[in-house]
């Protein structure tokens, strides 16, 4: 974490550095070769790269995963401060009769630096969110998935989260084809019922629609638009995320990795440029 945050003394120098070495290593990532990156499954059965790329493609997959998402963003605030979140972000599946129940908790952490006036240095952790997607567990052509979303009002200080517990629906669609793409849309809308009456309550809402490609070698290219806010006061941040991912093993371990520029679209969205770098930990299909 410490590391991306060395990278803001010369902030925009060194963002135009990042964002053209990730948009190297995504070239790199589709020209490489089919080197196959392998994964055991509990029948000891070795699947192809592009295999367990697809599956870590599709939100709804029965796979425990433990996802840490680092997002760097420079130009934020009156001060071109900086802001880091890091999402631990686990994914464990049930299965329950013909349905699969498919949890991810999202646990944020922000750090800011010259946000909130010049020389400051903030860090904490925001509020969790937790989710269970309902899905079949012989899906058809259609992949889809539907459930609960709560937060948590668990953010260590009155800026890092809004002080109110809240929750609603979330639901996931997916399509995926043989030739290795995935089409994919999630969306999320919870309200406010209970927390600190001192603050407006709030009606936030998650779009993700999203496209990526997964190749035989594992490697992987993509995109999707991040769109969030706050019906209560018509604020909307919209991103694109561009990436390049890829699976490996350390050992025996498969993990994945991802990098990509994370750029913002509107006005209203936080900062001039971003970063997302990320790893997927997979221990069981």
Do not use: C
């Not at 922000?110 to 997607?133: H, K, M, P």
């Not at 002080?163 to 669609?173: H, I, S, V």
């Not at 025996?252 to 997927?280: C, N």
């Amino acid at each position: 974490m410490y590391f991306y945050f060395g990278l803001v003394s010369r902030r925009k120098k060194i963002m135009k550095q990042i964002l053209s070495w990730s948009m190297v290593f995504i070239v790199i990532i589709s020209l490489q070769p089919a080197v196959i990156a392998q994964a055991q499954d509990s029948t000891k059965k070795i699947e192809a790269g592009q295999e367990l790329a697809l599956k870590l493609a599709n939100p709804l997959v029965s796979m425990i995963s433990v996802p840490f998402q680092f997002n760097m963003m420079v130009g934020v605030g009156p001060y071109n401060g900086s802001q880091l979140l890091t999402n631990f972000q686990p994914v464990i599946p049930f299965k329950i009769g013909k349905v699969n129940i498919i949890t991810r908790t999202i646990v944020p952490f922000i750090e800011n630096r010259n946000v909130f006036e010049q020389g400051s240095t903030t860090f904490g952790l925001s509020d969790i969110n937790f989710s269970a997607f309902i899905t079949p567990a012989k899906p058809g052509k259609m992949i889809w998935g539907i459930g609960p979303a709560i937060t948590f009002p668990t953010a260590t200080a009155s800026y890092l989260g809004a002080e109110k517990w809240a929750a609603g629906p979330t639901m996931a669609f997916l399509k995926q084809t043989k030739s290795g793409w995935t089409y994919a849309l999630l969306a999320r809308q919870i309200w406010s019922f209970a927390g600190s009456k001192d603050v407006d309550n709030v009606s936030p809402f998650y779009i993700n629609p999203g496209v990526g490609h997964s190749f035989k070698s594992g490697a992987g290219l993509g995109g999707n638009f991040e769109i969030s806010g706050d019906w209560n006061n018509l604020s909307t941040q919209v991103f694109l995320n561009l990436n390049g991912s890829m699976v490996s093993k350390f050992g025996k371990q498969p993990v994945s990795f991802v990098i990509g520029p994370r750029i913002p679209m509107t006005a209203e969205t936080i900062g001039d440029w971003g970063l997302r770098v990320g790893f997927t930990l997979i221990f069981k299909q």
